[in-house]
C-alpha cells in the first residue's frame, strides 16, 4: 500500500458544504469514495472547509482542541433552537450565527427580515463570556435576518428604545424609529471577532439590505426600508457606543450576516477572513505544499464566489503553488475566464451532470447530491489519476 501512495497522486478534498444538501465533511467523503472506485493508489487527504457560516464550529471542532459546549438559543422568530459554543484551552470560544440565525430554520413563508431577529445569536455570546471566553469568535454567515445585530445587543444589555423611552420591536424594520440605546454591553471586557468572507458594508448600493436582503424574503420597498432603518442604526451606534468606529455604514464587513458585523464593530470587535482563520487552524497550507490536485467546492458557484469565500481562498492558494485546482457545486454560473484568473482549473454541476435544468438536473441535484459527487469523483480519477 505505501508503495502504492508513492506512484499515486495526493489529492486534497478540501470544499465547503453544499447549503442546504450536505454538509461538507460528507461532501468530501462522498467524492473520495467515487475516486477510489477507480484507484486506490492515490493518497487522499480530506480537509473539510467553512468560510464562517453552517458547519463553522464543526469544522473547528475537528481541528482544535476543545471542548463543545450546548447552549439553549432561539430562532430569527424567537422559537426554541439548539446552539453549541466551542471553548479551546486558550480562552477563546468559536461559535456560529447561522445556528440562532440561518435561513434553515426558516420556511419560505417565514422568510421576512423586516421582523426576524439576532436575538438568538446574543445568547450565544453570552453564554461564551458566563464560560469564561476572554475572545469570542463569530462566524457570521447564512443568516435569515437583517437588523444590524440589534437583537444580539439587546441579549447583551443594550436595548434599543424608540423616542418615547419604549423598547423597539425585533427586525430591521422596527429600527427606523430609533431613538437611542439602553444599558451596557454585558462582556467583561471579552473581545469579538467577526469571522466572515463577506467584504460588504452595512449600507448602499453594495450594503446588507441591498445584497443579501432578497435572499430572506425582502422585495424592492423592502430593502429601501432596511436600508434606511440600518441607516439610523449606524448613527444611534456610533453616537452611544464608546467604540464604535467612524463611517460604521460603509467599513468592509459591516454587511455580513444581514448587519451583525457592523454591531461586532461597533463594540470594539474586528473583522477577521473566516477561510483564513480555519485553514490555518486545519494546517491547509502544508497540505496544499505536497499535493498534485486540490478538489474543492460549494453549493453554487457563482460571482460571489470569487470575493472571499472558500473557493476563492483555495483556487487562489494553488495557483500560488502551480497545482490545479477543480470546483465541484451544485450549480455553476461563474464564467471560465474569471474562474481561471482566479486559480481555478474547471468547474464541475451537478445540475448539468444530472441533465441540465431542462431535464430535471436541479430537483435531482438536490435530491441525490451525495451520488453525484460520488460519480463526479470516479469521473476526476479517470482524468487526473497517473
Known amino acids: 500500500m505505501w508503495a502504492a501512495t508513492l506512484l499515486g497522486m495526493r489529492v486534497l ?6 447549503a442546504g444538501t450536505l454538509p461538507a465533511a460528507e461532501v468530501a467523503a462522498a467524492v473520495a469514495e467515487g475516486w477510489r472506485t477507480v484507484t486506490v493508489g492515490d493518497d487522499l487527504l480530506i480537509r473539510p472547509l467553512a468560510d464562517g457560516g453552517p458547519g463553522f464550529v464543526d469544522v473547528l471542532a475537528d481541528a482544535l482542541d476543545g471542548r463543545r459546549v450546548p447552549v439553549r438559543t432561539v430562532d430569527p422568530l424567537g422559537r426554541p ?56 469568535v463569530i462566524g457570521l454567515g447564512g443568516s435569515g435576518t437583517n437588523d444590524g445585530g440589534a437583537g444580539m445587543l439587546t441579549a447583551l444589555g443594550l436595548t434599543p428604545l424608540d423616542d418615547a423611552g419604549r423598547a423597539l420591536p425585533y427586525g430591521g424594520a422596527a429600527l427606523a424609529a430609533l431613538a437611542t ?46 436600508d434606511a432603518a440600518l441607516e439610523r442604526f449606524a448613527e444611534v451606534l456610533q453616537r452611544d457606543l464608546p467604540g464604535a468606529p467612524a463611517q460604521l455604514g460603509a467599513l468592509p464587513g459591516g454587511g455580513a450576516a444581514g448587519g451583525i458585523g457592523a454591531a461586532i464593530l461597533a463594540l470594539g470587535g474586528r473583522c477577521e477572513s473566516g477561510i483564513g482563520l480555519v485553514t490555518r487552524a486545519i494546517g491547509l497550507d502544508t497540505a496544499l505544499d505536497g499535493v498534485d490536485l486540490v478538489i474543492t467546492g460549494e453549493g453554487s458557484f457563482d460571482h460571489q464566489s470569487l470575493r472571499g ?3 476563492a481562498g483555495v483556487a487562489g492558494a494553488a495557483r500560488d503553488r502551480g497545482v490545479p485546482c477543480v470546483v465541484l457545486a451544485g450549480q455553476v454560473s461563474t ?19 444530472f441533465g441540465g435544468e431542462e431535464r430535471g438536473g436541479l430537483a435531482t441535484a438536490l435530491s441525490r447530491p451525495a451520488d453525484g459527487l460520488r460519480e463526479l469523483g470516479a469521473r476526476l480519477a479517470r482524468q487526473w489519476s497517473r
Do not use: M, W
Open 335 to 353: 464564467g471560465r475566464r474569471e474562474a481561471a484568473a482566479a486559480g481555478v482549473t474547471d468547474a464541475y454541476s451537478l445540475v448539468e451532470h
Open 13 to 18: 478534498l478540501c470544499p465547503d458544504k453544499f
Open 181 to 226: 440605546l439602553d444599558g451596557a454591553p454585558r462582556l467583561r471586557g471579552a473581545r469579538l471577532v467577526a469571522a466572515t468572507d463577506v467584504d460588504n458594508p452595512l449600507l448602499g448600493l453594495h450594503g446588507a439590505s441591498s445584497v443579501f436582503g432578497p435572499q430572506k424574503g425582502a422585495d424592492r420597498a423592502d430593502v429601501l426600508l432596511l
Open 309 to 311: 469565500k472558500v473557493v
Open 81 to 136: 433552537a439548539a446552539g453549541e459554543i466551542l471553548l479551546t484551552s486558550d480562552g477563546t470560544a468559536y461559535l456560529e450565527s447561522a445556528q440562532a440565525c440561518g435561513l434553515h430554520l426558516l420556511e419560505p413563508a417565514e422568510r421576512d427580515p423586516k421582523n426576524t431577529t439576532s436575538y438568538g445569536l446574543g445568547l450565544l455570546v453570552a453564554a461564551a463570556v458566563e464560560h469564561g471566553a476572554t475572545t469570542v
